[in-house]
């Protein structure tokens, strides 16, 4: 037997599938079609909000320009700026850990060594202390635990002098009377 092959009478083409397929792509261009619809009508809407916002801008830019007390907006900056500043600075000095400094001054102290005041400088970040040592030695040996510390970076002693203080039992003694200032302190 010999085949014989027609091409004219069967279809070589599954047309029922391709229908299918260009169902799907046109339902997927759709889909596409309307989500980039939406971010451009999204798009267009943002556009308008920051077009409002920019003439807003622009107006108050021009009537600054325009005013003659243009001046006083800048004073009235400027003390507002003061204010600001004043404001951190408090908010510095009621953040400081007077615990954290107390303990570091605590553990340099000795038993012939006493501290009399201490005056925090919140601008340079510095302590200056005021006290009274029991002789020489007994100040150079606090001096040479405060330089020691890790809690303080530089010592300055400022003044020391010879003076005469009086115990519980109400005898004198000669002592040291000291100030110094400590940097780094906080």
Known sequence: MKPQINLASHSYINRRGLNALYTVLTVLFLLLLILNGRALFSLLARQ??????LTEVRETLGYLKKDKNAKQTTSELVAMRQEIAWANAMLRQDSFRWTALLGHLEEVITDSTRIRSIQPQFKDG??????????VTALQDFLDRVVASPHFTDVYLFAQSRVEIKDAGGR??????????????F
């Open 126 to 135: 510095s302590l200056k202390i005021s006290g009274v040592a029991k002789n």
């Open 48 to 53: 308008s909000q920051a077009e409002t916002h």
């Open 172 to 185: 004198t003694h000669e002592a040291l009377n000291f100030s110094l200032e400590l940097k780094g302190a």
